[in-house]
Nanobody, 121 residues
Framework: QVQLVESGGGLVQPGGSLRLSCAAS????????MGWYRQAPGKQRELVAS???????NYVDSVKGRFTISRDNAKNTVYVQMNSLKPEDTAVYYC???????????????WGQGTQVTVSS
């Protein structure tokens, strides 16, 4: 059974920092591309940051220079360090694990339950 369990969300003042963690089980973590998505009320879910199985990272423009994604394959965990938080970062943050079998083009796609991040004074 695959599980992705996020933690680290909460209420923080503008300019503050949070670190989200996502612990994975039931998958060969090192083979998966990992991502952090967020969804604010009334908005579509968007990809915030991703890190490939090889360690290549990508960020949405709005968080570049403020967020850092990392992974620890020994702990089956992906992190996102969020600094200089803004009210517009308020959303539910979801962890995603994705793996595509090249030969069959079959994709394995798993989601966590989400963790709330609220940036407010």
């Amino acid at each position: 059974q695959v599980q992705l369990v996020e933690s680290g969300g909460g209420l923080v003042q503008p300019g503050g920092s949070l670190r989200l963690s996502c612990a994975a089980s039931g998958i060969t973590f090192s083979m998966y591309d990992m991502g952090w998505y967020r969804q604010a009320p009334g908005k579509q879910r968007e990809l915030v940051a991703s890190i490939s199985s090889r360690g290549t990272t990508n960020y949405v423009d709005s968080v570049k220079g403020r967020f850092t994604i990392s992974r620890d394959n020994a702990k089956n965990t992906v992190y996102v360090q969020m600094n200089s938080l803004k009210p517009e970062d308020t959303a539910v943050y979801y962890c995603n694990a994705r793996f595509r079998v090249v030969l069959t083009d079959r994709e394995y796609d798993y989601w966590g339950q989400g963790t709330q991040v609220t940036v407010s004074s």
